[in-house]
């Protein structure tokens, strides 16, 4: 697009439905402001002016549609993104769920993208069962789920390979420690790889994975769901929690409206909640 601006353009409603109907991929959801300006990056991109003329450039050109869907599901993340935030879940819930008698302790990183969010997780079970003394068990007891609606991020995840951008928040003691050089970049070490399995999972029309879950985080991917549909998904959240387990947001992300009751604020800043 080289000038006008497709805003008022009634084949904005078109499109979505149409995107949402080829590809499964649930638009009505998402925030409309953030739907208008990642289709006109591509609309820009392809020198077309109007959604009509972009959904029929969709239908000639599936090359296309897989720009948009990577346009749409911004996978942008890191390693320990926000140290600040690991750091609090290593102090403040691994210890607290390490500690609990259940055979298994159940983690889901919903919207994992590359898989740098499981992999982190994981990485802090392990090096605070190594402190305690129970790392035997910890190969047995944990199962952290990696789940995004974007195949192709998933199969970067399932590599565990990262070039060294990925690392900006790591501090050097976790990345000497669970990271070796490998072609490409740095790669998870086999011990914390096989704590980790990845699953493709819609967030909007997938249920969550059965049975009680001990940490849930869901970081930097609600921010482009409308309200309504955050709201669904914190009630979903807490029925898919063990009792006493825990919620971990984005650092702009928050509870909303009647579902800020059903947990309790764990960590306000770091955006730590857990289930009532
Ligand atoms: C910005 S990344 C966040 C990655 C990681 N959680 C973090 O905070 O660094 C957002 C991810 O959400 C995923 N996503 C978007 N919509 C989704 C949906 N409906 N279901 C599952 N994943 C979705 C995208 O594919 C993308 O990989």
Known sequence: MTGADPGDDPGFALLTAKISRDRGFGCASYKEKCLRRRIA?????????????????LDHDTGEYERLLDALTINVTKLFRNWETYDAIERLVVPVLLR?????????SAGCSSGEEPYSLAALFHRQAERAGT?????????VLGSDIDRGVLETAARGVYKAAAFADTPADLRDRYFRPEAGGFGVVPEIRSLVRFDRRDLLS???PVGGLHLITCRNVIIYFDRATQEALFERFHQA??????????????????????????EPRERIFRKQ
Not at 135 to 143: K, Y
């Open 135 to 143: 790392l035997p068990a910890l190969a047995r007891r944990l199962d």
């Open 100 to 108: 609990r008698p259940d055979p298994a302790l159940r983690v889901w």
């Open 41 to 57: 990056v591509r609309m820009r991109a392809r020198g077309v002016h109007t959604y009509a003329d972009y959904a029929r450039l």
């Open 241 to 266: 929690l063990a009792p006493g387990g825990f919620l971990v947001l984005g650092k702009v992300e928050t509870l909303l409206g009647h579902t800020r009751t059903l947990f309790a604020t764990v």
């Open 206 to 208: 997938d249920p969550p």
